[in-house]
Protein backbone atom coordinates (compact mmCIF):
# COMPACT_ATOMS: atom_id res chain seq x y z
CA UNK A 1 0.00 0.00 0.00
CA UNK A 2 1.43 2.98 -1.14
CA UNK A 3 0.72 7.07 -0.12
CA UNK A 4 2.42 9.52 -2.69
CA UNK A 5 2.73 12.90 -1.42
CA UNK A 6 3.28 15.23 -3.93
CA UNK A 7 3.69 18.91 -3.94
CA UNK A 8 5.60 21.62 -5.01
CA UNK A 9 6.53 24.68 -2.59
CA UNK A 10 8.61 27.53 -3.05
CA UNK A 11 9.09 29.21 0.75
CA UNK A 12 8.56 25.94 2.79
CA UNK A 13 4.91 26.54 4.17
CA UNK A 14 3.75 23.56 2.01
CA UNK A 15 6.59 21.46 2.78
CA UNK A 16 6.51 21.28 6.49
CA UNK A 17 2.61 20.74 5.96
CA UNK A 18 3.95 17.41 3.64
CA UNK A 19 5.90 16.37 6.65
CA UNK A 20 3.37 16.54 9.05
CA UNK A 21 0.48 14.73 5.93
CA UNK A 22 3.35 12.46 6.11
CA UNK A 23 3.68 11.66 9.65
CA UNK A 24 -0.56 11.25 9.93
CA UNK A 25 -0.38 8.76 6.93
CA UNK A 26 2.55 6.75 8.26
CA UNK A 27 0.45 6.11 11.23
CA UNK A 28 -1.54 3.33 9.09
CA UNK A 29 -0.37 0.21 9.67
CA UNK A 30 1.49 -1.39 6.13
CA UNK A 31 1.64 1.80 4.38
CA UNK A 32 4.53 2.84 2.62
CA UNK A 33 4.73 6.93 2.40
CA UNK A 34 6.63 8.24 -0.53
CA UNK A 35 7.52 12.07 -0.25
CA UNK A 36 7.92 14.36 -3.74
CA UNK A 37 8.14 17.50 -5.34
CA UNK A 38 7.01 18.12 -8.33
CA UNK A 39 9.88 19.65 -10.90
CA UNK A 40 10.55 23.42 -10.93
CA UNK A 41 10.02 25.47 -14.00
CA UNK A 42 11.22 28.79 -12.92
CA UNK A 43 15.08 30.32 -13.67
CA UNK A 44 17.94 30.46 -10.93
CA UNK A 45 17.25 33.93 -11.75
CA UNK A 46 13.51 34.14 -11.01
CA UNK A 47 13.78 32.26 -8.02
CA UNK A 48 16.68 34.54 -6.62
CA UNK A 49 14.34 38.17 -7.62
CA UNK A 50 11.41 35.77 -5.33
CA UNK A 51 13.78 35.35 -2.88
CA UNK A 52 13.45 31.52 -2.59
CA UNK A 53 17.20 30.67 -3.14
CA UNK A 54 17.26 29.45 0.69
CA UNK A 55 14.53 27.77 1.19
CA UNK A 56 14.85 25.85 -1.98
CA UNK A 57 18.31 24.62 -0.93
CA UNK A 58 16.76 23.27 2.55
CA UNK A 59 14.27 21.37 0.39
CA UNK A 60 16.57 20.39 -2.28
CA UNK A 61 16.95 16.62 -0.75
CA UNK A 62 13.39 15.74 -1.09
CA UNK A 63 13.52 13.66 -4.50
CA UNK A 64 11.65 15.13 -7.43
CA UNK A 65 8.42 12.97 -8.84
CA UNK A 66 7.67 11.51 -12.46
CA UNK A 67 4.43 11.62 -13.50
CA UNK A 68 4.92 7.75 -14.31
CA UNK A 69 5.00 7.60 -10.48
CA UNK A 70 1.63 8.53 -10.01
CA UNK A 71 0.59 5.06 -11.22
CA UNK A 72 2.40 3.28 -8.84
CA UNK A 73 0.68 4.71 -5.73
CA UNK A 74 -2.77 3.45 -4.45
CA UNK A 75 -3.26 7.52 -3.23
CA UNK A 76 -2.11 10.71 -4.12
CA UNK A 77 -2.02 13.57 -1.36
CA UNK A 78 -0.82 16.75 -3.37
CA UNK A 79 0.21 19.93 -1.78
CA UNK A 80 0.16 23.36 -3.80
CA UNK A 81 0.48 26.57 -2.52
CA UNK A 82 -2.15 29.12 -3.83
CA UNK A 83 -1.76 31.36 -6.90
CA UNK A 84 -4.31 33.95 -7.67
CA UNK A 85 -6.36 31.26 -5.89
CA UNK A 86 -5.23 28.41 -7.81
CA UNK A 87 -2.83 26.17 -7.74
CA UNK A 88 0.95 27.11 -8.78
CA UNK A 89 2.35 26.86 -11.83
CA UNK A 90 4.94 24.00 -11.28
CA UNK A 91 2.26 21.69 -10.46
CA UNK A 92 -0.32 22.82 -13.33
CA UNK A 93 2.66 21.72 -15.65
CA UNK A 94 3.55 18.09 -13.74
CA UNK A 95 -0.25 17.69 -14.06
CA UNK A 96 -0.92 18.92 -17.88
CA UNK A 97 2.14 15.81 -18.60
CA UNK A 98 -0.03 13.38 -17.38
CA UNK A 99 -2.64 12.75 -20.40
CA UNK A 100 -0.46 9.68 -21.50
CA UNK A 101 -1.28 8.22 -17.81
CA UNK A 102 -5.10 9.39 -18.22
CA UNK A 103 -5.49 7.77 -21.83
CA UNK A 104 -4.80 4.32 -20.09
CA UNK A 105 -6.71 5.40 -17.17
CA UNK A 106 -3.78 4.98 -15.32
CA UNK A 107 -5.43 6.83 -12.27
CA UNK A 108 -8.55 5.56 -12.09
CA UNK A 109 -9.88 4.40 -8.65
CA UNK A 110 -7.02 5.84 -6.70
CA UNK A 111 -7.42 7.92 -4.41
CA UNK A 112 -6.50 11.43 -4.18
CA UNK A 113 -6.45 14.45 -2.09
CA UNK A 114 -5.10 17.96 -1.86
CA UNK A 115 -4.01 20.58 0.73
CA UNK A 116 -2.64 23.84 0.20
CA UNK A 117 -1.18 27.62 1.70
CA UNK A 118 -2.02 30.98 0.86
CA UNK A 119 -0.84 34.51 2.46
CA UNK A 120 -3.82 35.53 3.32
CA UNK A 121 -6.81 34.04 5.46
CA UNK A 122 -9.30 34.48 2.70
CA UNK A 123 -6.82 34.79 0.02
CA UNK A 124 -7.92 31.19 -1.98
CA UNK A 125 -7.15 28.18 -0.17
CA UNK A 126 -10.66 26.99 -0.75
CA UNK A 127 -11.16 27.82 -4.14
CA UNK A 128 -7.05 26.49 -5.28
CA UNK A 129 -8.10 22.68 -3.34
CA UNK A 130 -11.56 22.54 -5.14
CA UNK A 131 -10.44 23.78 -8.58
CA UNK A 132 -7.73 21.49 -8.25
CA UNK A 133 -10.48 18.34 -7.49
CA UNK A 134 -11.52 19.09 -10.74
CA UNK A 135 -8.21 17.33 -12.86
CA UNK A 136 -8.28 14.90 -9.67
CA UNK A 137 -11.84 14.08 -10.76
CA UNK A 138 -11.20 14.06 -14.94
CA UNK A 139 -8.42 11.19 -13.73
CA UNK A 140 -10.87 9.32 -12.43
CA UNK A 141 -9.34 9.96 -8.76
CA UNK A 142 -11.83 9.03 -5.30
CA UNK A 143 -11.29 12.39 -4.19
CA UNK A 144 -10.86 12.84 -0.42
CA UNK A 145 -10.97 15.66 1.78
CA UNK A 146 -10.71 16.88 5.35
CA UNK A 147 -13.90 15.89 7.16
CA UNK A 148 -15.47 17.72 10.47
CA UNK A 149 -14.26 14.90 12.35
CA UNK A 150 -11.15 16.86 12.40
CA UNK A 151 -12.66 19.02 15.39
CA UNK A 152 -9.59 21.78 15.01
CA UNK A 153 -11.41 23.17 11.74
CA UNK A 154 -14.53 24.15 13.83
CA UNK A 155 -12.06 26.72 16.56
CA UNK A 156 -12.89 30.17 17.01
CA UNK A 157 -10.31 31.13 19.67
CA UNK A 158 -7.27 31.41 16.37
CA UNK A 159 -6.88 32.22 12.92
CA UNK A 160 -6.44 28.66 11.09
CA UNK A 161 -6.71 27.13 7.99
CA UNK A 162 -8.21 24.02 7.04
CA UNK A 163 -11.59 23.80 5.73
CA UNK A 164 -13.37 20.03 4.40
CA UNK A 165 -12.14 20.55 1.73
CA UNK A 166 -8.41 20.25 2.74
CA UNK A 167 -5.63 20.77 5.31
CA UNK A 168 -4.02 24.63 4.26
CA UNK A 169 -1.98 27.24 6.32
CA UNK A 170 -1.62 30.29 6.56
CA UNK A 171 1.58 32.29 5.77
CA UNK A 172 0.63 36.05 6.69
CA UNK A 173 0.91 38.77 4.40
CA UNK A 174 5.26 38.52 4.53
CA UNK A 175 5.22 34.56 4.46
CA UNK A 176 6.81 34.62 7.94
CA UNK A 177 3.83 32.39 9.64
CA UNK A 178 4.74 28.67 9.43
CA UNK A 179 1.91 26.34 9.67
CA UNK A 180 0.33 26.26 13.27
CA UNK A 181 0.02 23.67 15.48
CA UNK A 182 -3.82 23.23 14.31
CA UNK A 183 -2.87 23.31 11.10
CA UNK A 184 -0.27 20.96 11.48
CA UNK A 185 -2.81 18.59 13.53
CA UNK A 186 -5.26 19.37 10.23
CA UNK A 187 -2.34 17.74 7.72
CA UNK A 188 -1.24 15.16 10.26
CA UNK A 189 -5.42 14.05 9.86
CA UNK A 190 -5.91 14.16 6.53
CA UNK A 191 -3.12 11.92 5.52
CA UNK A 192 -3.98 9.61 8.29
CA UNK A 193 -7.30 9.36 6.78
CA UNK A 194 -6.25 9.19 3.45
CA UNK A 195 -4.43 6.65 3.99
CA UNK A 196 -6.92 4.66 5.66
CA UNK A 197 -9.65 4.79 2.81
CA UNK A 198 -6.77 3.70 0.63
CA UNK A 199 -5.98 0.83 2.95
CA UNK A 200 -9.40 -0.60 2.73
CA UNK A 201 -9.92 -0.01 -0.48
CA UNK A 202 -7.14 -1.76 -1.77
CA UNK A 203 -8.09 -4.89 1.11
CA UNK A 204 -4.14 -5.43 0.96
C1 LIG B 1 2.42 34.77 -8.25
C2 LIG B 1 1.88 34.58 -6.87
C3 LIG B 1 0.51 34.60 -6.66
C4 LIG B 1 0.00 34.45 -5.38
N1 LIG B 1 -1.35 34.49 -5.21
C5 LIG B 1 -1.85 34.45 -3.95
C6 LIG B 1 -3.26 34.57 -3.73
O1 LIG B 1 -4.07 34.64 -4.66
N2 LIG B 1 -3.69 34.60 -2.45
C7 LIG B 1 -2.84 34.53 -1.37
O2 LIG B 1 -3.29 34.58 -0.24
N3 LIG B 1 -1.52 34.32 -1.56
C8 LIG B 1 -1.01 34.29 -2.83
N4 LIG B 1 0.33 34.12 -3.01
C9 LIG B 1 1.18 33.77 -1.86
C10 LIG B 1 1.52 32.26 -1.87
O3 LIG B 1 0.35 31.48 -1.86
C11 LIG B 1 2.42 31.91 -0.68
O4 LIG B 1 3.70 32.45 -0.95
C12 LIG B 1 2.50 30.42 -0.46
O5 LIG B 1 1.25 29.91 -0.06
C13 LIG B 1 3.53 30.03 0.57
O6 LIG B 1 3.68 28.62 0.52
P1 LIG B 1 5.11 27.99 0.15
O7 LIG B 1 6.10 28.55 1.12
O8 LIG B 1 4.93 26.51 0.36
O9 LIG B 1 5.44 28.31 -1.28
C14 LIG B 1 0.87 34.26 -4.29
C15 LIG B 1 2.25 34.19 -4.52
C16 LIG B 1 2.77 34.35 -5.78
C17 LIG B 1 4.24 34.28 -6.00
Redesign the pocket.
Known sequence: MKVLIVYY???????RMAAAVEEGAKEVPGVEVVLKRVPETLSEEILGK?GAIE?QKSMAHIPVCTVEELATADAVIFGT?????YMCGQMRQFLDATGGLWQKGALVGMVGSVFA????QH??QESTILSFHITLLHQGFIVVGLPYAFQGQMRMDEITGGSPYGASTI?GGD?SRMPSENELAAARFQGKHVAGIAARLSGK
Open positions: SMYGHIHMAPTRFGSSNTGGAG
